[in-house]
């Protein structure tokens, strides 16, 4: 049987972050291969993953040594291929054991990272030195780069020099027979399910909702999630006298209540990579209104397109969502060509494509 060392930086049963999903995966891949999981930060769980490790120290000097001591005992015990979904500390020392005794690192990355890199190294010193520098040695070191799509596959070509040959496409998933969703009320609810982040365009969402509000007056709300703009939003729908719902950060376990109350998912990013929210909500038959992104180029279908907007024009986005929610035959179209377009995004077929990496 084939081994796997897989790292994940953290998890718990109530986390709101995608990380549920990689473990859902781990779980399957466990039934065909012997997985070592080790989680950088977190809490114990059940699970038939065959062997389970939690970091158990915050200090830094410690946490270098107890992963080095860790990676190096599962190397000796025959795991060859490691696999660290984002964490670079680990990948580097991973990187560095593979490198001098024959195995290989597998990195999974799936952000502009070059956006995010601080220009004076000295004046931002702890960033360069947590997170630019690491990021770029690991890319160096790894063996092969995992990313979510043929647009990231280029754009790490281009804005890093990474060998095309070097990079390997897999999608993210999503569990697509858990929130599909046989029958759902009628109704004219809007949901903004994400990071509250101006990255994740909610410093548009505001204007988006009052444009919707002032053109159908019964239409309803929800903002879930947590983050910076949290505030902002609240003080924002209260100038505007939106009666928004926000009820902070939900468990991704519990999520698909939310998308049951729906009728439109609204993804106003500036930047998404990918957008896992816009899987989960075409899986639970949501028809998607979102931005023009690199995350939205990749999942929705020609149909879904023909509902996407620019960052720069919400008064378009308010119109595309206040179309769908007027014709029950637009719904209906664009909810089921998401249902059949989202296969390609579930847990079974990226099974296999992530099985097929080792």
């Known amino acids: 049987m084939k081994k796997l060392f897989y790292i994940l930086p953290e998890y718990s049963k109530n986390t709101s972050s995608h990380f549920r999903y990689n473990i859902e995966l ?64 680990s990948a580097m020392i991973a990187g560095f054991i593979c490198r001098i005794s024959f195995g290989k690192l597998y990195f999974w990355h799936c952000e502009m990272r070059k956006e995010y890199e601080v220009a004076c190294n000295l004046c931002n010193l702890p960033a360069k030195l947590s997170k630019d520098w690491p990021f770029r040695i690991v890319l160096k070191i790894c063996s092969r780069l995992v990313t979510c799509s043929e647009q990231m596959k280029k754009y790490y070509s281009k804005e890093f020099a990474v060998r095309s040959g070097k990079i390997s496409v897999m999608p993210n998933w999503v569990n697509t027979e858990k929130l599909r ?37 019964d239409v309803k709300f929800i903002v879930v999630g947590e983050g910076p703009d949290f505030q902002f939003l609240k003080d924002e729908f209260k100038k ?49 209104v979102s931005t023009k992104t690199l995350g939205a180029e990749a999942i929705l279908s020609p149909k879904q397109k023909k509902f996407s907007f620019n960052y720069d ?9 206040i179309e769908i929610l007027n014709s029950p035959q637009i719904f209906e179209d664009v909810k089921k060509d998401g249902l059949e377009r989202v296969k390609l995004f579930s847990k079974e077929r990226v099974l296999k494509q992530f099985i097929a990496l080792f």
């Open 26 to 89: 781990l779980e399957e891949v466990a039934k065909e291969m012997e997985v070592f999981l080790f989680i950088e930060k977190g809490e114990k769980f059940k699970s038939n993953i065959q062997k389970i490790y939690i970091g158990k120290f915050k200090f830094l000097p410690f946490r270098i040594l107890e992963r080095f001591f860790i990676f190096s005992f599962a190397r000796l015990s025959g795991y060859r291929n490691f696999y660290s979904h984002y964490a670079y500390l």
């Open 181 to 217: 969703i046989e029958k759902r009320k009628a109704g004219n609810t809007i949901l903004f399910l994400h990071w509250l982040s101006e990255r994740k365009g909610t410093r548009i969402l505001p204007e988006i909702f009052s444009e919707i509000s002032s053109k159908m007056k």
């Open 240 to 288: 505007r006298e939106l009666n928004v719902e926000m009820p902070g950060a939900v468990a991704n376990k519990d999520i698909s209540s939310y998308f049951n109350r729906a009728d439109v998912f609204i993804n106003p990013s500036r930047e998404e990579e990918f957008g896992r929210v816009i899987i989960e909500a075409m899986a639970a038959g949501l028809p998607v």
């Open 313 to 321: 024009k919400p008064q378009e986005g308010a119109r595309k969502c």
